[in-house]
């Protein structure tokens, strides 16, 4: 019998290096705790001229771009609502990326989970995962770059997949089905793309932990997902984050078409 894996320590936070010095990011789902807060905190640490917030959650962004802005200068974030199932809030929102001047990053985090059986599932419960998840993270790529290119932009996306998309798990046929389907849109949309120097990849974390997961998932379950990582731990939001920004940097200029495993379980 496989012993549970001792729990390693958190790492220390990593000081930013002006990776994305200048850069216009756009972030969805990105109030809150979990990682398109950090994604968005971590790129204004390494420097990102604007950062541009997106979520469904109008109050909790609205707290959110205020705080980052006390600290990292309120001229630096900016934010509009955003229901990336619905098409003209996606333009709206790359529309306040236009008045800063553009987006140079879009990260496309916006996702929609659950657990049911594949025997108890609903078409309304399948179909509003698969809006969100996978045909909300096409509407992000397609409003991005198109901009981009319109403004010869050399630009970059980065998508939000997950480990789900390479392996089974009970009770998730709808969220598995949508990652798997952002990882194929990933790599098919960066050879459209790839003409016009825009680069376009995935991360795809296993189980990261905020308190909004913590409050919506079991204990049991948690101990579960926690015992098949490599680190006995969960992964920080802003880990995943580091991982996003290295995309988003010249540090990867010769990758696209990639979905980068941010944990020990790809396969």
Known sequence: MIEARVA???????????????????????????????????????????VVLGDTHAGRLESSAAELGAEFGAERVRWAACDVTVEEQVEALLDVAEDAGGVDVMINNAGLGGTVSILEMADEQWSKVLDVTLN???????????????????????????VIGWRAQEGQAHYAAAKAGVMALTRSAALDLAPHGIRVNAVSPSL????????????????????????????????????????????????TGEVVSVSSQQA
């Not at 756009?26 to 604007?50: F, P």
């Not at 993270?137 to 980065?158: E, K, L, Q, W, Y």
């Not at 913590?214 to 880990?239: C, N, Y």
Request: aromatic content about 6%; glycine content about 10%.
């Open 208 to 255: 990261a932990m905020h308190p909004f997961l913590a409050k919506v998932t079991s204990e049991e379950l948690l101990e579960q997902l926690t015992s098949r990582e490599a680190f006995g731990r969960a992964a920080e939001p802003w880990e995943i984050a580091n991982v996003m920004v290295f995309l988003a940097s010249g540090y990867s200029s010769y990758m």
């Open 8 to 50: 390693q320590p958190v790492p220390a936070y990593v000081a930013g290096h002006g990776l994305l010095t200048g850069r216009r990011v756009v972030v969805t789902a990105a109030a809150g705790a979990g990682i398109g807060a950090a994604a968005a905190r971590r790129c204004l640490e390494e420097g990102a001229a604007v």
């Open 136 to 162: 909300g993270t096409f509407r992000s790529v397609r409003a991005a770059a198109r901009r981009m290119v319109r403004n010869d932009v050399r630009g970059v996306i980065i998508n939000n997949a997950s």
